[in-house]
């Protein structure tokens, strides 16, 4: 059932909750339900004394998923994590142009990084003896949160994220100094005629149109696991893909954009706070759930020779159950029975075969991740103001990224605005929170 359906809100108002909600409920839900009496409160030790090997999982990922499901200074679940969200994106060349104009590997700083953007564009990378070639485009079209991932990153910031400033407090990536001096940088290659002019209405279908005719030599938006998958496509295109790391610019490291592990936690209805017997076995079940073999492989996956085989070590379909994904659903596959599919390192083994295992160590080894400080919080300031906070923010982007006046002009008066529509209570709302996590945690 969808958590947002009419007749799931009806149940719930007539008191019809259950144990264990879907693993999709989003942080505001959380942070209402828990208002309103219908999620339980769960202690964080009982977690780790019943669930000792994910609660380790969680601690080597990221300790700060503890604080997620704090709600007016109570836990309201057990920490989730998306074992991807370690990763981010990979800046990805047409190799065969990069050899063109001179360079044997990826470039590795912003500098070298602006002088493939203006060979790509000037020196014929393509040998059609036309001026038809850009070094990038972006998805503007379907994520103007992601525009240009590698050139935020190598300033150390995301303009849509919560993030530490220096004096401990929390601030927004997109109102900092670090995004100003990357936007302004943006802005100049645009206005010398290095960026498609068309990334604003560009979506991922179009880019990956002009990366495989040919037309752009960059794609910055995509994870290691999207890249492995488009393998076979990369090879039908016929000139060698080159990965490189995130770019060292003024943050002095290779930082790459990432969404971050960090999710909504798995929570219980309210009932269970006074049913000791059941949340601990509850808690147990989900451990078994998480980091038992054969546990998880059998709620994934099914019956080993009937539904699947394992090669290597890893789960693979059966042919019939591969030509027909409904025979898989049937089963409950996607976290229907089993809430900790891709998101516990116990189980972590059975969704890499050792060649995107490898793929995966070769593209990320060496990349620290930009992500945002807090995860799915449930503020209630963001309730408020964070979809207009947002829309304004991608209004000053697009046209800052494109103009022709003083960027740093438009910034400041942006970053006003942005501070006065509620963008500063949301702030103070997000310290409040963030330090309190910080004292929780120690």
Do not use: C
């Not at 981010?88 to 990069?98: D, K, M, S, V």
């Not at 942005?418 to 120690?442: C, F, H, I, P, S």
């Amino acid at each position: 059932m969808n958590l947002t359906d009419e007749s799931f809100k009806l149940k719930l108002a007539s008191n019809e909750i259950p144990d264990i909600f879907p693993g999709t409920l989003q942080e505001a839900d959380m942070a209402n339900y828990a208002r309103q009496g219908i999620i339980a409160s769960i202690s964080t030790d009982e977690i780790k004394q019943y669930m000792p090997k994910y609660s380790a999982d969680i601690d080597q990922v990221d300790t700060a998923a503890w604080g997620i499901a704090m709600v007016d200074g109570k836990n309201y679940g057990v920490p989730r994590i998306w074992l991807n969200g370690r990763y981010g994106f990979i800046p990805t060349y047409n190799g065969a142009w990069l050899n063109k104009i001179g360079y044997t590997e990826a470039p590795k700083t912003l500098e070298e990084y602006e002088d493939v953007l203006t060979k790509f564009r000037n020196d014929d990378p393509d040998g059609n003896g036309k001026k038809d070639t850009y070094g990038m485009t972006g998805r503007g079209k379907s994520a103007r949160n992601q525009l240009f991932n590698e050139v935020f990153a190598a300033y150390g910031v995301n303009p849509y994220q919560f993030m530490a400033a220096a004096d401990g407090t929390v601030t927004w990536g997109g109102i900092t100094d670090q995004a100003k001096e990357a936007v302004k940088k943006i802005n100049q290659w645009y206005n010398s005629d290095l960026i498609d002019p068309e990334f604003l209405t560009d979506d991922q279908d179009q880019i990956n149109t002009k990366w495989n005719s040919r037309k752009i030599g960059i794609k910055d938006n995509y994870m290691y696991h999207h890249l492995f998958g488009q393998l076979e496509q990369d090879k039908a295109n016929g000139f060698p893909v080159v990965y490189g790391k995130g770019l060292i610019g003024p943050a002095g490291k290779s930082y790459v954009m990432s969404n971050g592990p960090l999710q909504t936690p798995l929570m219980f209805g309210k009932q269970l706070e006074k049913n000791d017997k059941k949340r601990i076995k509850i808690l147990q079940m989900l451990e078994d759930l998480a980091t038992n073999d054969e546990v998880y492989l059998r709620t994934t996956y099914g019956e080993e020779g009937k539904s699947y085989d394992m090669v290597d070590g890893v789960p693979v379909w059966k042919k019939e159950y591969l030509d027909t994904p409904q025979l898989q659903n049937d089963l409950g596959t996607g976290g229907y029975y089993n809430p900790f599919v891709d998101r516990s390192l116990s189980n972590a083994k059975f969704q890499m075969p050792a060649d995107k295992q490898a793929f995966s160590d070769k593209l990320n080894a060496g990349n620290e991740i930009v992500s945002d400080l807090l995860g799915p919080t449930p503020l209630e300031s963001k309730t408020k103001y964070l979809a207009n906070l947002n829309t304004l923010e991608d209004s000053f982007y697009s046209k800052v990224m494109v103009t022709k006046g003083d960027a740093e002009k438009e910034f400041e008066a942006f970053k006003s605005e942005w501070l006065k529509a509620g963008g500063q209570e949301m702030l103070d709302e997000a310290t409040k929170v963030y330090q309190e996590r910080q004292a929780a945690l120690k």
